[in-house]
């Protein structure tokens, strides 16, 4: 029990204290192919943010994160929102987020947006829009034991 706890502790310090990451997001829009449009621009890199890597922390973002809602698009909570699945994800991180991993399928687009957030002063950031989707991570992650089905109930 007293492990059990700990490793929950550790992993809250963590995710909370995690300076790994430092992209920002905004959803764009939601559509019926369960497809999810969001902006993404990474604060420490700035003008030297790559497509992608804005594509690969759409995912990421999707996965842990969630998407923070904006103009009339419904805020999005993580995938991985139990402790234990994100536990279970970590067996597969390092292949699904290689050079090619499986991260690839789940994303449609990264095109650099010229309409920037209004959190940006610096008119040279990057800042991409991109396209995840969501029903077919989803699915992936249920495929693999990770997260159970909807369906199952809770």
């Known amino acids: 029990m007293a492990k059990r706890i700990i490793l929950i502790f550790s992993l809250f310090i963590f995710s909370s204290f995690n300076t790994g990451n430092s992209y920002?997001?905004?959803?764009?829009?939601?559509?019926?192919d369960g497809y999810v449009s969001l902006k993404i621009?990474?604060?420490r890199k700035g003008v030297n943010y790559l497509p992608k890597q804005a594509s690969k922390d759409a995912v990421h973002a999707?996965?842990?994160?969630?998407i923070a809602g904006a103009n009339g698009c419904s805020?999005?909570?993580?995938?991985l929102n139990k402790t234990e699945e994100?536990?279970?994800?970590?067996?597969?991180?390092?292949s699904f987020f290689a050079k090619n991993g499986k991260w690839t399928l789940f994303t449609r687009s990264s095109a650099v947006l010229t309409t920037l957030p209004s959190l940006i002063s610096n008119?040279?950031?990057k800042v991409y829009q991109v396209s995840v989707s969501k029903n077919e991570l989803r699915r992936y992650l249920e495929e693999q034991k990770i997260i159970k089905s909807l369906s199952n109930g809770f």
């Open 86 to 94: 994100q536990e279970a994800f970590t067996q597969i991180s390092k």
């Open 41 to 43: 621009w990474d604060t």
């Open 123 to 125: 008119k040279k950031w």
């Open 62 to 66: 999707i996965l842990f994160s969630g």
């Open 75 to 79: 805020t999005q909570p993580p995938i």
């Open 24 to 32: 920002q997001t905004e959803c764009i829009s939601l559509g019926t």
